[in-house]
């Protein structure tokens, strides 16, 4: 079993191993955010590979790619999620996404935009799913190698 170990410095120097198999989509996606990032520039963060996947993606793909996280929304409010303004934000980024190409600009770069204010609300993101457990375990290795 593969395994990687992550330091979180502003964690009291913490030490955590976890293998691949343990981490579902959401866990990937936090521990990617910052401090988890690696600083090196040619390392993309999760966020940027949902971007480019919907990027490449055909209109018909990219359409059902969308869907995901609208449906992720829908659960996650019928569940009583904690900040429904923040997936309501979130549906209607989506929402334009998928109506117009400048909507679809916005999405991108709201999911590449290093800016404290997107970063906040990227920590709310909808998008687990989106990338393929192969995709994920991609960076997740690259992280590894990185720390």
Known sequence: ????????????GDVHTVSFEQIPAITCA??????????????????ELVADKLEQADPASRAGLLRIPLENIDRWLANGHTAPHR?????????????????????????????EEAVHLRSFDPFPGVLTTLERRKILLKCAYAH
């Open 1 to 12: 079993m593969v395994a990687m170990t992550l330091e979180h410095a502003s964690q009291r």
């Open 87 to 115: 997936l309501e934000q979130w549906r209607e980024i989506l929402r334009r996404a998928m109506e117009s190409a400048e909507g679809f600009q916005e999405l991108l770069k709201v999911l590449r935009d290093p800016g």
């Open 30 to 47: 936090k521990l990617l955010k910052p401090p988890f990032v690696s600083h090196d520039p040619a390392m993309k963060t999760l966020h």
